[in-house]
């Protein structure tokens, strides 16, 4: 292949993975033009690890990296490569025309209070009540968000910064100071820890009898993986999906559709328990909850054995710093943990609160800013 | 540039390198690294526990007959563990014995008192070395971004001694168990190569190799026995590691092929979790050894 030819296969090819979904910079194309430049081309596994491993860095995108690799270089009969922008196009359009309808009828009352509802009969109604809050009340939503995110729980940092009332002498400016006095730490220059926020991790339940709840617990979603650091963010109905990535956005609007879009299962069943295994091996695994604090945001409702839903939880409790649970249900004075996935899962819990109105979660934001563990380790 | 005392022409003469380090590269592993070194950039390696990520830096160091330097990452990770630090007794004595108001900052803070962490330390070598930063998920990201800077320009600062550049660039491995994303500049800046559990075949070999003198049976045993585990839902599964030090002590005990009997007695060098042994036990474990025994009649 002439050096050319190849860039400019290079290049294409670059086009079909951006296609894909894989973010592919110019600086990458270059690498990827010097690594074939370095391999033997006639070998089809050097030139495959070659692009791959300049082209890709991500775990998640080597399946769609294989696809697009077989398609473009082997041209193998395969199913072609998903064209993820226009799917998010339309996601987005049934947000908004689910918005619009919302703005001007008041039908979704008629789903009634989902408090009052068992899951399966709220789940018969199946009416999304995204549209319940008002453009203002989302705004509002948002503002208290961003709140909940500034007041997030703290640990001790092992940097430490100037700081009068330290507590460890800071020996470079000591040092400096004693130059003058020949040697006697004549004042004594201290520093101590900063606190930097301490990880997050949330676990949404957004299946059908959470439907209500749904998108104002997205905005949650969306504020705390706003921050940046350390949050990250899963949805869950009948499986577990890590929404950390789709929620990265600015606009609240486009989070909530990739959202959407992302958690298939929006509207189905709970399987708690499955999803909380799925969290423990995946991500527990690779120690995401460790030190977390750990936030489940469900009604309890499950669909299969209960008894899984406490051996999950008490893993979960083991790697986490504290875990609270958020049920939307305990808003009603009424309300009874009854449902055998909640009753599970209860004794692994540091804090149930409710966060079925903007004050609970206000509750929840004063909860989160002073957790304190409260389980033993 | 790397004006290495070795160099590889091909993928196949580093691979062979490699081999005489007693490491069993795959040839992605080895396009990865031999890539790393041609283009000039960090390869990172991410994948489970146990795959193997730490010891390939090592045997590329013996490969390339460097100095492999190792900066462990941890959560608080910070400059002066990981860059330099000064010797601040050695300063204070230094000042005391003097007298008074003959030390001048500048000879205070000179490169005779400085002490010289991994990261300075490799930047700052004139000969060839690896580098190797293990589990940077665990730093956090204050420290991600200081390293990007690192190894954007492969300099570091010092306020007091100005501005370090690296005579020759050397060869970076930084390590991922992906307990976090890493910030995509930083990913931008490395190759990345993602490391899985190796199959039978290669797993069989590491553990012949590894384990000098294992019966052939044996070492297909232990290799398709673990293997069955990864398959099951473990709170730690184990990696290439974990099936070496089992077949270390199968062998030490005298074995010749495994039985339920032995991997009970010694589920403890493949398993380090407590509910992972007990959901092990009994029944599933029966079957396992079952298995492992018919897939390495096959796989031989």
């Not at chain 1, 003058?180 to 930097?196: F, L, M, N």
């Not at chain 2, 490491?23 to 526990?49: H, I, M, N, W």
């Not at chain 2, 069955?228 to 270390?248: F, Q």
């Amino acid at each position: 292949m002439q050096g050319t030819a190849i860039v400019r296969h290079v290049v294409t090819f670059g086009r079909v993975l951006r296609e894909a979904g894989i973010e592919v910079g110019p600086g990458r194309i270059v690498d990827a033009v010097h690594g074939l430049g370095a391999v033997d081309l006639t070998r089809q596994e050097d030139v495959y690890f070659a692009l791959r491993q300049t082209l890709v860095s991500r775990h998640d995108e080597l399946e769609l990296f294989d696809r697009a690799f077989t398609a473009w270089f082997l041209r193998g009969p395969i199913a072609p490569v998903v064209r993820q922008r226009q799917e998010r196009r339309f996601a987005s359009s049934v947000v908004r025309d689910t918005l619009e309808s919302a703005k001007d009828g008041d039908e979704v009352e008629v789903a009634g209070d989902p408090r009052e509802l068992g899951a399966s009969e709220h789940e018969l109604l199946r009416e999304k009540d995204f549209a319940e809050m008002t453009p203002e009340e989302f705004e509002r939503v948002r503002a208290l968000m961003e709140a909940i995110v500034r007041t997030r729980p703290r640990r001790t940092s092992r940097r430490r910064s100037p700081d009068p009332r330290g507590d460890v002498l800071d020996m470079r400016r000591m040092l400096r100071r004693c130059l003058r006095s020949g040697g006697d730490p004549v004042d004594q220059p201290w520093k101590s820890r900063k606190e930097v926020p301490r990880k997050l991790v949330v676990l949404c339940d957004v299946s059908g009898s959470m439907d209500a709840y749904a998108r104002a617990l997205l905005l949650f979603l969306h504020a705390l993986v706003g921050t940046g650091h350390g949050v990250e963010a899963f949805a869950f109905g009948t499986r577990l999906r890590r929404l950390t990535g789709d929620l990265a956005t600015r606009d609240p609007e486009a989070a909530i559709a990739r959202a959407t879009e992302a958690a298939v299962d929006w509207g189905s069943g709970t399987r708690i328990g499955s999803a909380l295994q799925e969290f423990n091996v995946t991500y527990g695994r690779r120690a995401l909850s460790r030190g977390a604090v750990v936030v489940v945001v469900s009604d309890g409702w499950e669909r299969d054995d209960p008894g899984l839903i406490g051996r999950e939880m008490a893993k979960l409790a083991r790697a986490a710093y504290a875990v609270v649970w958020v049920n939307p249900l305990k808003g009603n004075p009424e309300y009874q943990p009854l449902a055998g996935g909640m009753r599970a899962a209860l004794p692994f819990v540091d804090r149930f609160l409710a966060g079925h109105n903007l004050r609970s979660l206000e509750e929840l934001a004063a909860v989160l800013a002073g957790i304190e563990r409260r389980h033993a380790a | 540039m790397y004006a290495a005392a070795v160099t590889f022409r091909t993928i196949d003469e580093l691979e062979a390198a490699l081999r005489a380090a007693d490491y069993l590269p795959d040839r992605g592993l080895s396009t990865a690294l031999f890539l790393s070194l041609a283009l000039e950039k960090p390869v990172l390696l991410e994948g489970e526990a146990g795959v193997g990520k730490t010891e390939a830096a090592k045997a590329l160091a013996t490969a390339l007959e460097a100095r492999l330097i190792r900066l462990q990452c941890y959560e608080g990770l910070d400059v002066s563990h990981a860059v330099y630090e000064w010797n601040y007794p050695r300063q204070l004595l230094h000042i005391r014995a003097a007298q008074e108001g003959t030390v001048s900052e500048e000879e205070l803070f000179g490169p005779e008192f400085l002490i010289r962490r991994p990261l300075l330390e490799a930047i700052d070598s004139d000969e060839q070395v690896v580098l190797l930063i293990d589990e940077i998920d665990r730093a956090d990201e204050e420290f991600e971004a200081f390293l990007l800077e690192v190894l954007s320009d492969f300099q570091i600062t010092i306020p007091e001694l100005g501005t370090i550049r690296a005579q020759r660039v050397p060869a970076v491995v930084l390590t991922s168990n992906r307990t976090r994303e890493l910030h995509d500049a930083l990913k931008r800046r490395a190759l990345f190569h993602w490391i899985g559990h190796p199959s039978i075949e290669r797993e069989i070999d590491i553990v012949k190799l590894r384990v000098p003198g294992i019966p052939e049976r044996l070492a297909a045993e232990a290799a398709a026995f673990v293997r069955g585990l990864r398959g099951l839902d473990l709170a730690k599964p184990p990696g290439v590691a974990e099936t070496i030090d089992w077949a270390h002590a199968l062998a030490a005990l005298g074995r010749e092929e495994i039985d339920a009997e032995v991997v009970e007695q010694t589920l403890g060098s493949v398993l380090k979790y407590r509910e992972d042994i007990e959901a092990v036990r009994d029944e599933t474990l029966a079957g396992l050894v079952e298995e492992a025994r018919a897939t390495a009649g096959k796989s031989r």
